[in-house]
């Protein structure tokens, strides 16, 4: 049966996602052959240094990071449910990733050859595997600006932002609520220690900008964006950008 997006699983991924926005892929999904679930627990590493397969989260999230030789990790992306990851197994390059399981996860995996033929069978597949890398580029393009032009409280908002967008779904009272990340691994994202992200989150949530508990974070985003704009940093629906006249940090 063409492309996982059938009927069977249609049902299935609206539960996992329980409403959320879904992840905007172009058809890559769409011309994806199903493959048989792989169930990971919490904490799990799903793979480190190359990867040798592009993975597809059903359900839970995935925190791809790169490893540098002291250990320490650099989160490139958190990735969401209906998320694709793993896509460095099509350039056949040494790596330095490491992709663990932030959440109980249900995976789907392809193997470069499978990902091959079926480029061959749909040629829209390949397609959409490009904008799904070029899109990945930009948003890393914007955070590096953010790195290069904010000061940390900003780079801190502007990943909550980020984060909020792509795994978060909208509440009544205007917050998007995203499970719970530890302040350990938005210090990962944001390139900063565990301690500046912990007192940042605690002044935001003084400022009434976001609400946090164990189980999730609450961020209210237009407030976030009009608190960035009056500091000169604009924000984008689609990722992050920040404006020239930043401040260096």
Known sequence: MRGIRGPSLTDAKESYRGGSPAVQFGDALNYL???PLLEYPKGHVIYSG?????????????????????????????????GLFGESCLAEHPGTERAVA???????????AEI??????????????????????LELGERLQAMATCMTP????????QLARQLGEQRPDGAVRMASLTHHTLAEYVGTSREIVSSQMSNLRRRGLIQYSRQYI????????????????????????AAASSPIL
Do not use: F, H
């Open 102 to 112: 932030l959440d109980p996860v249900q995976i789907m995996a392809w193997k470069p």
């Open 116 to 137: 091959v033929q079926q480029v061959e069978k749909e040629p829209a597949l390949g397609l959409a595997l490009m904008e799904v890398v070029i899109t990945r580029c």
């Open 33 to 35: 052959p199903r493959k």
């Open 218 to 241: 609450d961020v209210y985003c237009e407030a976030v964006e009009e608190t960035l704009r009056n500091q000169g940093v604009i924000s984008r629906q689609t990722g992050t950008r």
């Open 50 to 82: 190359s990867s040798n397969a592009l993975y597809l989260s059903i359900s839970g999230r995935v925190k791809v990071a790169l490893v540098a030789a002291d250990g320490t990790e650099s989160v490139v992306r958190i990735v969401p449910p209906e």
């Open 154 to 161: 900003q780079r801190v908002m502007l990943a909550l932002l």
